[in-house]
């Protein structure tokens, strides 16, 4: 591969891309695929972006490519979370790229994931921020994102999403999200938040009239009903 741009907005590597990987009780594969690799200037805080520029990988979600054929390596926390435990950029080769190639290639050639597939969209971005978090569901995964979008402070007296019925200024999770409020600003949590839909509360049910039969009879009706019941046998 060679440099095809050096410049203030960008960086972009261009050219034939050799892959020998092999994962653990997986074959190996070698493939050569042809991309183009953009960096953007606040690299390793910002993602890269890599193209696949032939036609060996299917343009579509079933194989993690997006609208614009760049590839999904996978959630922006994950990937950010690799990024800033290891920065350079052959680590982003190394623990993005090559694991993401391999598996699509073994895709490919064997019509499955060898680790797994998560979901495109949404979806999968929750399956895998439960798991980051480990949180139980959607609603603990938002409620992780608003915490981080807000002062430490103002976090602090929010519902925990653990889900221990504490607020997370008395729960040990509080310290989870201190490691994760490393990663970006409180504003990108606050706009990653706002690219999901909202948990739908469920309506609570309305208590059941009671039927006729269990209406009470009150003293008055007892007795009416009592001198019916003489009269009709007087006759």
Same mark, same amino acid.
């Not at 020998?20 to 074959?27: C, P, S, V």
């Not at 480990?134 to 103002?154: E, F, P, Y």
């Not at 310290?175 to 999901?196: A, K, P, T, V, Y």
């Given at each position: 591969?060679r440099?095809?741009e ?6 972009? =590597? ?14 190996a594969?070698?493939e +050569?695929?042809k991309? #183009?690799? &953009? $960096? ?12 696949? *520029?032939?036609?060996?990988i299917p343009?579509? @979600?079933?194989?993690? +490519?997006?609208?614009?054929? +760049?590839f ?8 950010? /979370? &690799? *990024?800033?435990?290891?920065?350079s950029i052959?680590?982003?080769?190394? %623990? &993005?790229l ?16 060898p $680790?797994?597939?998560?979901a495109?969209g ?6 895998d921020?439960? #798991? ?7 609603a @603990?995964?938002?409620q992780?994102?608003?915490a981080?979008g807000? #002062?430490k402070? =103002?976090?602090n %007296?929010?519902?925990c999403? !653990?889900?221990?019925?504490?607020? &997370?200024? %008395? !729960? ?10 490393? *990663?970006?600003?409180? #504003?990108?949590?606050?706009?990653h938040?706002?690219?999901? +839909?909202p ?11 009671q039927?006729?039969?269990?209406k ?6 007892r ?5 019916g019941?003489l009269e009709? /046998?007087?006759f």
């Amino acid at each position: 591969m060679r440099l095809t741009e050096l410049g203030e907005e960008r960086v972009v =590597v261009e050219g034939e891309y050799y892959l020998n990987a092999q994962m653990d009780g997986y074959e190996a594969i070698q493939e +050569t695929y042809k991309l #183009r690799i &953009i $960096f953007p200037p606040h690299y390793p805080r910002a993602l890269p972006q890599v193209i696949e *520029l032939g036609n060996r990988i299917p343009k579509n @979600s079933d194989y993690h +490519t997006n609208k614009d054929r +760049t590839f999904c390596l996978g959630s922006e926390i994950r990937l950010k /979370s &690799i *990024l800033l435990e290891h920065p350079s950029i052959l680590d982003f080769i190394k %623990k &993005i790229l090559d694991p993401f190639l391999y598996a699509v290639s073994y895709k490919l050639r064997y019509d499955f994931y060898p $680790f797994g597939d998560l979901a495109h969209g949404e979806k999968g971005l929750i399956d895998d921020y439960q #798991r980051i978090f480990k949180v139980a569901d959607k609603a @603990s995964v938002l409620q992780v994102l608003r915490a981080l979008g807000k #002062r430490k402070r =103002v976090a602090n %007296k929010l519902p925990c999403p !653990c889900g221990c019925g504490q607020r &997370i200024g %008395k !729960c040990d999770y509080r310290f989870n999200l201190q490691g994760w409020r490393r *990663l970006e600003r409180r #504003r990108w949590f606050r706009e990653h938040l706002s690219e999901f +839909t909202p948990v739908k509360k469920e309506k609570k049910k309305k208590p059941k009239k009671q039927t006729d039969s269990k209406k009470k009879i009150s003293p008055n009706s007892r007795m009416a009903q009592g001198q019916g019941a003489l009269e009709a /046998s007087s006759f």
